[in-house]
């Protein structure tokens, strides 16, 4: 067969596998559609099914469909960043400031530095820690992975939990937000590369002025045009990040903030969203579970990600809770939140491929971040809905 044979034969596997899943093991409560695509990635992986088959494995993921694979992730998941990016509502944020600033601050904080100790404690054994890492690079790396809210899968929960558009639900957003803009600028911190500060503080320079000219062109433009003007943007500004040393993703995140929400209507962008989701996010899935490694043994990556869920939930609850006795919350409201903000999924996957392209952390540390993150995501629906059920008068509490 030729390679456009096999790459359509990855392709029937990628979206035919984890919806038959999904649809006949009638998992969305406990596990959405988009966690078992990761799963499913995971299955497909070298770590698992390609060493049971790895016949199967070197013929339908030969190198030039993984490249074909990589383009179409790439794109996919830097449309899904810059939607994120969009849907921040920095304006409402700072309207509400003194109560957004103390639940963001503590939100992300608190897991922040519980995950900088159990990446510590991890540094004690060999095999973690990435090639090209500095020990402080991959300790506050491996912490904020721990401290990330996964803002596009967070919106995805609570539709599902009808409470994205009550007074709890945008108040979630707001802190999410808020917590989004530490990670990505975090995140451009540990990439600094200080040999190339000269190109990256450039980069940030133009940036600036061209998003000024830009803000000023988009006002101006039809919704029409906006959309297809947004995608141009988009490319620019990923393809001068990674040009500067600071990673197209973060390019993608910079794109969709420089962005106003208000430009673009609602339920398109919310389509756009689903869409996404839909047609090309499962090769992002897929090509994450690819990355997946086991060889400092399977029972130590299961250990890890258990440490890194153990610190990124509590230090979630725990940070939201000391926030809501200095807001003075109704007795239960700081759980409900907790839960829904250390949400993981996709925008910690992002930041740990990232990580793993820039050699700060290793395969294997990789794959303890995916399944904490997996972890993660499916605990939320079935321990919010039900303390939802019990606490009704919370969703329409304004804070």
Request: hydrophobic content about 60%; overall charge positive; aromatic content about 12%.
């Amino acid at each position: 067969m030729n390679t456009t044979e096999i790459f359509l034969i990855a392709m029937t596997i990628i979206f035919t596998v984890p919806y038959l899943i999904w649809r006949l093991g009638k998992t969305d409560y406990h596990a959405p559609l988009v966690v078992v695509q990761i799963i499913t990635g995971i299955l497909l992986g070298p770590g698992i099914l390609g060493k049971i088959f790895p016949d199967y494995y070197s013929f339908v993921f030969n190198p030039a469909v993984i490249q074909s694979l990589n383009g179409i992730a790439w794109w996919a998941v830097m449309l899904f960043v810059m939607i994120a990016g969009v849907e921040l509502d920095l304006k409402k944020a700072w309207a509400h400031r003194r109560e957004s600033g103390i639940t963001a601050g503590l939100a992300l904080g608190v897991p922040l530095v519980f995950g900088c100790v159990a990446a510590a404690f991890m540094l004690g054994f060999e095999g973690w820690m990435g090639s090209k890492a500095l020990t402080w690079q991959f300790v506050v790396g491996v912490g904020m992975a721990c401290a990330v809210t996964a803002l596009p899968i967070l919106i995805l929960l609570m539709e599902k939990l009808d409470v994205l558009r009550q007074p709890i639900g945008q108040r979630i957003l707001r802190y999410a937000s808020l917590d989004d803009i530490a990670i990505w600028g975090v995140l451009a911190l540990i990439l600094m590369d200080w040999e190339r500060i000269g190109r990256q503080g450039a980069f940030l320079f133009g940036f600036g002025v061209a998003a000024w000219l830009f803000h000023h062109l988009m006002i101006r433009l039809a919704e029409r045009d906006r959309w297809y003007v947004a995608l141009i943007w988009l490319a620019a500004v990923s393809f001068g990040a990674d040009w500067a040393g600071l990673h197209f993703m973060v390019g993608a995140f910079l794109a969709g903030a420089s962005m106003e929400a208000e430009w673009f209507n609602q339920e398109k962008m919310d389509m756009l969203r689903h869409h996404v989701l839909l047609a090309v996010m499962p090769v992002f899935f897929l090509s994450t579970g690819l990355r997946t490694n086991w060889d400092v043994g399977g029972a130590a990556v299961f250990l890890a990600a258990g440490l890194l869920l153990l610190a990124s939930i509590g230090g979630k609850l725990i940070g939201v809770r000391i926030a809501g006795r200095i807001l003075k919350w109704a007795p239960g409201e700081a759980s409900i939140i907790g839960w829904l903000l250390q949400t993981k999924a996709l925008i910690m996957i992002i930041f740990a491929n990232i990580l793993l392209d820039k050699q700060i952390i290793t395969s294997e540390t990789f794959t303890a971040l995916l399944l904490m993150a997996i972890a993660s995501t499916m605990l939320t629906v079935p321990i919010v809905a039900p303390k939802l059920a019990q606490l009704k008068s919370l969703i329409l509490r304004v804070a």
